[in-house]
């Protein structure tokens, strides 16, 4: 089993920073990639950015491309959302995934871009 927990969310304005951090516990040794899906009231959960455990392969959705940046700490089994310039259209609840042939979801946390 692995366990995510997801921290960092919250309100900010448009234009503004925000970091979100979700640490991985548990069996973690074989866990391949790791990244963050968003879903907003009403819409399908969709994908954020993902980076991969060895070699730090990035991808992200092309809607927040340039924006936001994916990042990971191996040692403290933690992967990082920086969030820069998020728009309304963020506004989501975002959930941290892990994957190692299973899924693995956080509780979600909580995202509001607003004025």
């Known amino acids: 089993q692995v366990q995510l ?21 548990g069996s973690i040794f074989s866990i391949y990639v790791m990244g963050w899906y968003r879903q907003a009231p009403g819409k ?19 809607s927040v491309k340039g924006r936001f940046t994916i990042s ?14 998020p ?11 892990a994957a190692r042939g299973i899924d693995y979801w956080g509780q979600g946390t909580q995202v509001t871009v607003s004025s």
Not at 44 to 62: F, H
Not at 87 to 97: F, L
């Open 87 to 97: 728009k309304p259209e963020d506004t989501a609840v975002y959930y941290c995934y």
């Open 5 to 25: 927990v997801e921290s960092g969310g919250g309100l900010v304005q448009p234009g503004g920073s925000l970091r979100l951090s979700c640490a991985a516990s």
């Open 44 to 62: 399908q959960r969709e994908l954020v950015a993902t980076i991969t455990r060895a070699g730090g392969i990035t991808n992200y959705a092309d």
């Open 72 to 85: 990971r700490d191996n040692a403290k089994n933690t992967v990082y959302l920086q969030m820069n310039s």
